[in-house]
């Protein structure tokens, strides 16, 4: 989707604020935002189509907004859409159905315990062989399409070389729409000067991590 | 279940816009008030993960995991071939670390890690992000201008250094290892770690102070 989320190589931006304080939560709450999107008993929401929600906030909305704002205007939207709540119970912050039980109340060991359980795969069997290998030159497709997906608008239609290899995973394009696909992933490797012109460092590089049909042979 | 429905997204989107107030502190508070209700989250728990990150999990994790590579040679090897498995080894496993690649400083190269997308970050072994890694300005630049983005942070490379930019697109997340300071051969782990910067570990500072100064 060519919104606003997708930030690379705009222009008009300003110098970044390098003076922040070093607290990791610098309001009470983005803390607990965090804290809800960890503990959440909510598993039926892919991260693709989270992603994709949150891109679909309102575009000054999306820019104007602090980052666990949107986290959580992103929660709500996904949450209403899903039923697991409506924008009337939302509002009212008084729900219309009994509670699904309670949630048993854990120390802080536990909570550092279970944190160590997130490290999600997304590893994802590939029947076909990989096309590419590493070495080879690539162009990333020219035209994105209206849904999620992760191949920004600065890096279509350029020419990079496969830096590796992941072998198969999650497809996000699919993923954010409920069908669960995988395809081989590679970090692609593009000159600045390829993406930028001529001005751009000759010795610099940018790499990102793409799906095999975001690429052809060149 | 999900509708994966874009249009009715958007409507959403717009009814919160307009029923909601615009504090984020309230907003966040009726989510919570909501899913508290639902029986979908406990606040005494939210609580204790808030601690969690405030406390142990942090970039000091990520400065042990530096401080050992540049000590234990088996170590960095293993880290730069399966950065996951290597941080597992430590005990660091935890969100967003499940595909982890190190790339490391040399003195004539420099890496930075972004996120233009979103702003995917590890926070398993880095805690939160810091604000200005989510900003607009540091996501559409960094990309574009690395050289200029550095040298706000006081990062000042010569032409001859080449910078790699790591924008991470996909579920990979990125860990720089900084170059290890001259003069510091006698220290030990802890000691290392106490000089690694939850910056040079995203790439936005590179000259580490070994103290002292």
Redesign the interface.
């Known amino acids: 989707?060519d919104g606003i989320?997708?930030?690379?190589?705009?222009?008009g931006?300003?110098?970044?604020?390098?003076n922040?304080p070093?607290?990791?939560?610098?309001?009470?709450?983005?803390?607990?935002?965090?804290?809800?999107a960890?503990?959440?008993?909510?598993s039926?929401?892919?991260i693709d189509?989270w992603?994709?929600?949150?891109e679909?906030?309102?575009p000054e909305?999306y820019?104007n907004?602090?980052?666990?704002?949107s986290w959580?205007?992103t929660?709500?939207?996904?949450m209403?859409?899903?039923?697991?709540?409506t924008?009337a119970?939302?509002?009212s912050?008084?729900?219309e159905?009994p509670?699904?039980?309670?949630?048993?109340?854990?120390?802080?060991d536990?909570?550092?315990k279970h944190?160590?359980?997130?490290?999600?795969?997304?590893?994802h069997p590939v029947d076909a062989p990989a096309k590419y290998f590493v070495g080879q030159s690539v162009i990333t497709n020219a035209i994105g399409h209206?849904?999620h997906t992760?191949?920004?608008e600065?890096?279509r239609a350029k020419v990079g070389v496969i830096l590796s290899h992941?072998g198969g995973?999650?497809f996000?394009d699919d993923c954010?729409?409920?069908i669960e696909a995988a395809q081989h992933?590679y970090?692609v490797s593009f000159k600045?000067t390829e993406?930028?012109g001529a001005n751009a460092?000759p010795?610099?590089?940018?790499?990102?991590?793409?799906?095999e049909s975001y690429l052809d042979a060149s | 279940m999900p509708s994966f429905d874009p249009k009715k997204i958007t409507k959403i989107h717009q009814h919160l816009h307009s029923h909601l107030p615009s504090d984020p502190a309230l907003r966040v508070k009726a989510l919570e008030t909501i899913l508290v209700e639902k029986g979908l989250v406990n606040s005494e728990n939210i609580d204790r993960w808030v601690e969690v990150y405030a406390d142990d999990i942090g970039p000091k994790r990520g400065a042990h995991v530096v401080a050992r590579a540049w000590t234990d040679p088996a170590f960095k090897a293993r880290l730069l071939a399966d950065g996951s498995k290597a941080v597992g080894e430590m005990g660091y496993a935890g969100p967003a670390s499940g595909h982890l690649k190190a790339v490391e400083n040399t003195a004539d190269s420099h890496n930075v890690v972004v996120c233009t997308l979103c702003s995917c970050y590890p926070f398993a072994i880095l805690g939160m992000a810091p604000n200005w890694y989510k900003t607009a300005a540091y996501r559409s630049r960094v990309v574009r201008e690395p050289r200029a983005v550095l040298a706000e942070f006081g990062v000042e490379l010569s032409e001859d250094t080449a910078v790699h930019v790591w924008d991470s697109t996909a579920e990979l997340r990125y860990l720089v290892i900084p170059e290890r300071p001259a003069g510091t051969d006698g220290m030990t782990v802890d000691e290392l770690a106490k000089l690694v910067t939850r910056n040079s570990m995203i790439g936005t500072d590179r000259d580490l102070k070994t103290g002292g100064v």
Not at chain 1, 13 to 18: F, L, Q, T
Not at chain 1, 80 to 85: S, V
């Open positions: 989707m989320h997708d930030l690379g190589g705009k222009l931006y300003g110098p970044v604020d390098v922040e070093e607290e990791p939560f610098h309001a009470d709450y983005e803390g607990r935002e965090w804290g809800m960890r503990t959440a008993r909510v039926n929401i892919p189509w992603r994709h929600t949150r679909l906030i309102d909305d820019l907004r602090s980052y666990f704002d959580a205007q929660d709500m939207a996904a209403i859409d899903a039923g697991i709540f924008l119970e939302l509002k912050g008084i729900s159905t509670p699904l039980g309670q949630i048993e109340t854990v120390d802080y536990a909570v550092l944190n160590g359980t997130l490290a999600s795969k997304f590893e209206e849904g992760r191949l920004p600065y890096a992941h995973h999650l996000p954010a729409k409920g992933l970090t600045a993406l930028w460092s010795n610099d590089s940018v790499s990102l991590d793409l799906w």
